[in-house]
């Protein structure tokens, strides 16, 4: 594959990422395994590797999950740093299937094949300053994307908002 190619194949996979995150549901919440965090009252966020497109949807669904916890977000200062970061597993290609057999949600618009991948958001809680991770957690969803399709950004949003606040279920409050 030539490079100009890759590139543009790359920018529309990026473009289309999330196509067809529409539920919760179809959103996997893998909790985090390391102890919980000492607790704190404030955090900042400092996204790492997410497309420009999906940063601020993430990112404000993110701090709202966690502002439901009695958190406060701040610009700088925070007591904590959220990293969010995008990982992707690419799944190679299937043959094409008939519209709605793979995700009921897409909106095919162009036949010419799939690429699958798995996204996968990783949050990363450090004290401010520190380099030991405090908290880690993540999400991640089977994507099937065809040529054509595009992010439905409402339901996609909501889905965001919903796997957070399941990741964060078993979250500590602050301090009183």
Aim: a negative charge; aromatic letters at 10%; glycine letters at 6%.
């Amino acid at each position: 594959m030539n490079k100009p190619f890759r590139q543009f194949f790359r920018l529309i996979l990026l473009t289309i990422f999330a196509s067809a995150c529409t539920t919760a549901r179809q959103i996997d919440v893998l909790p985090s395994v390391t102890p919980l965090p000492p607790t704190f009252s404030t955090f900042e966020m400092d996204p790492e590797s997410l497309p420009a497109f999906l940063g601020p949807v993430l990112i404000s669904n993110f701090a709202v999950a966690l502002a439901e916890h009695g958190y406060e977000p701040v610009v700088n200062n925070g007591d904590v740093v959220i990293t969010l970061r995008l990982h992707q597993e690419q799944l190679g290609q299937e043959p094409t299937k008939q519209r709605g057999s793979v995700d009921d949600f897409a909106e095919q618009i162009d036949t010419s094949g799939e690429t699958r991948f798995i996204a996968r958001i990783v949050v990363e809680v450090r004290s401010k300053g520190q380099p030991g991770l405090l908290w880690t957690g993540s999400i991640q969803r089977l994507h099937t994307i065809r040529a054509g399709d595009y992010m439905h950004m409402g339901p996609a949003s909501n889905a965001f908002l919903q796997a957070f606040r399941e990741l964060l279920v078993n979250y500590p409050g602050p301090p009183d």
